[in-house]
């Protein structure tokens, strides 16, 4: 710019005439020389006789442009670092303003373990033996667990005192059959010997046109298994075996079950038995067929629902059906009589403690005890079926149940009081009720601010081990 200009500009008062004096360079040769320029390359202003270099300003002007682009210009991946960072200090500033007068992080365990204690000092000095005496102590961090210790101590001796293990009245057979006809006219009593999955076959009336998923519940009511069963449906005509001018589908159901209990890992289990090619599962991980959606209901506080016939249940094993039914074809064109290694799993974590529903189908017993709990039904079709039970301590389950399904404001205290809370309910149930009539106790469980209920089902659950699991656990003794 500066060694284009070659001209001067003379702006005069407002009573003058404009002025306009060649300079070098310009087009015409007759011209004067510029007596404000005398020869240098400058852009003058004359206002109000006031003289101004417009270079001058021009410059400033252009320094102070490039300052600003510079900071536009700022690399991509520094700005979103600024942006990230900004992020992260909102979040943890919210973060303690949300937990208020707590001295502790926002979701800080309460777990301290005696091999890692918090005082350095200790470790050099104490012995093994000594470390078994801090084990125990509560965190002096945990203000609320110090000050509440002895009370919930008392809560939980009174508890435990009044802790009976009774033996359950079994119900026979026919009265399982009166609370669900359908069910039982569905499932046979025999299976075919020559699979280890209990499978059977059963006639298909519809022609091969017809939809056999259309009415599935679990399809209607989760879209997201709908590309699941629209592959079945292709293939399903093809798996159907034909004799007499008829036409037969293979039924079966899971060989064993992993019922439980919540955050010990059943998810982890299921996802490395699945590798197994001789395990096959259902085309979801968890149905709660048996506790949950064979009553209609998908969330109890949402109410009840159509409940979901035990043939929407049967659909869910078709892909292991149809493996197992190549396999018996192909076996019996061969070797009659060989016999199917697949085995069909099913992994729903409520099968163990969820019998919630009792009250809305069954009637009430005197005892306040459920005359029906979901291993009656399994055992009475199933009674060599393996159970496969995944514990974990049960404080550490809890916390960990806590922190999935508590909503806001999570940290040590809180999970404290709230158990407190829930600890003191049950103790006040314990007073008038036995142990199962408290666990089963709906109006109890839903007024629990944590689902302490479970670490209660795990002490009288021997009912289910003793009688469903019988090749796989043999007794199980319950510690209080």
């Known amino acids: 710019m500066r060694h284009c200009i070659n001209c001067c500009i003379q702006l005069l008062p407002k009573d003058a005439h404009k002025q306009q004096v060649g300079c070098r360079g310009g087009p015409h040769h007759g011209h004067q020389a510029c007596p404000t320029c005398r020869g240098e390359n400058k852009i003058l202003f004359h206002v109000d006789s006031k003289q101004m270099n417009l270079l001058a300003v021009l410059e400033v002007r252009t320094e102070g442009n490039e300052s600003w682009g510079g900071i536009l210009r700022f690399k ?25 007068a707590h001295q502790e992080p926002l979701i800080s365990s309460p777990f301290h373990y005696g091999g890692l204690p918090s005082n350095p000092s ?33 809560i939980i001796n009174s508890i435990t005192a ?39 076959y059963e006639e298909f009336s519809g022609r091969n046109t017809t939809d056999p998923y259309l009415t599935n519940s679990y399809v209607l009511y989760s879209k997201r298994f709908r590309s699941t069963f629209d592959a079945l449906r292709k293939a399903f005509w093809g798996h159907l075996a034909h004799a007499h001018g008829k036409h037969f589908r293979l039924r079966c159901l899971p060989r064993f079950y992993i019922i439980g209990q919540p955050k010990c890992g059943t998810t982890d289990l299921y996802d490395r038995l699945r590798l197994h090619p001789e395990v096959k599962f259902s ?7 048996w506790t949950r959606k064979r009553f209609g209901i998908v969330r109890l506080r949402d109410g009840l629902r159509d409940r979901y016939p035990v043939e929407d249940y049967l659909d869910l094993f078709d892909l292991a059906a149809h493996q197992i039914h190549q396999g018996l074809q192909a076996s019996s064109a061969k070797e009659e009589g060989k016999m199917n290694k697949i085995i069909i799993g099913e992994a729903s974590a409520s099968t163990m403690w969820d019998n919630n529903a009792w009250t809305f189908f069954y009637d009430n017993s005197t005892d306040g005890e459920p005359p029906f709990l979901t ?55 314990m ?17 629990m601010p944590v689902r302490t209920a479970q670490c209660f089902i795990m002490q009288h659950r021997s009912d289910l081990m003793c009688k469903c699991c019988s090749p796989l656990f043999t007794s199980v003794k319950t510690e209080t």
């Open 76 to 100: 991509k991946g520094k700005r979103c670092s600024l942006l990230f960072g900004l992020i992260i200090m909102t979040l943890v500033t919210a973060s303690y303003i949300l937990s208020g």
């Open 122 to 154: 200790l470790m050099d000095s104490e012995n093994p033996s000594d470390m078994k005496d801090h084990h125990h102590q509560p965190s002096v961090n945990n203000i609320s667990y110090l000050k509440d210790y002895p009370s919930i101590k008392l």
């Open 162 to 200: 009044r802790i009976e293990f009774t033996t359950r009245r079994l119900p026979d057979l026919e009265d399982l059959k009166k609370q669900e006809l359908h069910m039982f006219s569905v499932i046979p009593n025999k299976f075919l010997p020559n699979s280890k999955s209990p499978c059977w």
């Open 283 to 289: 085309a979801i991980k968890e149905p709660h067929w």
């Open 375 to 429: 291993q009656d039904f399994i055992h009475a079709f199933q009674p060599d079926a393996r159970l496969i039970v995944m514990l974990r301590d049960p404080v550490e389950r809890l916390y960990s149940d806590y922190l999935y399904f508590a909503s806001s404001n999570k940290s040590a205290d809180d999970f404290h009081e709230k158990v407190t809370e829930a600890l003191q309910l049950f103790e006040n149930c």
């Open 431 to 447: 007073l008038d009720y036995s142990l199962r009539a408290c666990v089963y106790n709906n109006t109890l469980n839903n007024a």
